[in-house]
């Protein structure tokens, strides 16, 4: 197993930048894909980003595309969202989650493939 604990979240303005953390802890991280989901009050949780093993191959929700990056520290154990441009849209709890991969260059953007997540951190975006 894995274990996920995110950091990093606030209060921010509009226009704002912010980064989220992601440690993980148990197994080999490097075998592991990784994703951000986010869950604003009253709504489902949303894929946010997403992360091959390898770290070459991302994707990113349409809503955060050119304003948001994904990335990851082998070495750290640690992947990482760097939020610009933030928008009062953008607020919510934001989650990460793990999936082992056997294929280096596959990520996921569906939420049902993740068995491991995290306790989530709370962003919020001032207007």
């Known amino acids: 197993q894995v274990q996920l604990v995110e950091s990093g979240g606030g209060l921010v303005q509009a226009g704002g930048s912010q980064r989220l953390s992601c440690a993980a802890s148990?197994?080999?991280?490097?075998?592991?894909?990784m994703g951000w989901f986010r869950q604003a009050p009253g709504k489902e949780r949303e894929f946010v980003a997403a992360?091959?093993?390898?770290?070459?191959?991302?994707d990113y929700a349409d809503s955060v595309k050119g304003r948001f990056t994904i990335s990851r520290d082998s070495a750290k154990n640690t992947v990482y969202l760097q939020m610009n441009s933030l928008k009062p849209e953008d607020t919510a709890d934001y989650y990460c989650?793990?999936?082992?991969?056997?294929?280096?260059?596959?990520?996921?953007?569906?939420?049902?493939?993740?068995?491991?997540w995290g306790q989530g951190t709370q962003v919020t975006v001032s207007s």
């Open positions: 989650a793990a999936v082992w991969s056997p294929y280096s260059g596959s990520y996921f953007n569906t939420a049902g493939k993740y068995p491991y």
């Open positions: 992360i091959s093993r390898s770290g070459g191959s991302i």
């Open positions: 148990g197994r080999s991280f490097r075998d592991y894909a």
